[in-house]
């Protein structure tokens, strides 16, 4: 039996919270900043650039996610490991 999503985060090591909430915030950087950095500063109608711009952000939000979720993934692997180990000292002892 799992535990609940909040207790999976609290008890997520540390340096995943911190990378992917630094990757994270960069994403919700670049979407808050994009139509303040182009106007003016581009060749092509604002509007394009923006949608680009948001494009490549949501693009590389998806990367980050996936990279998260793999990054979830094994340690969800290691915990098994370890709990199946455990079980098994349990039995042959």
Do not use: C, W
């Amino acid at each position: 039996m799992g535990f609940s999503p909040y207790l999976e985060l609290i008890m997520m090591p540390t340096r995943i919270k911190v990378k992917f909430g630094l990757l994270f915030g960069l994403v919700a950087l670049i979407a808050v900043s994009t139509p303040h950095l182009l106007h003016g500063h581009v060749i092509v109608p604002e509007e394009y650039a923006q949608s680009i711009v948001l494009f490549l952000n949501l693009a590389m939000a998806a990367v980050f996610y996936h990279l998260y979720k793999k990054d979830l993934e094994k340690i969800a692997r290691e915990k098994e490991k370890t709990e199946e180990q455990l079980i098994d000292s349990y039995i042959n002892t």
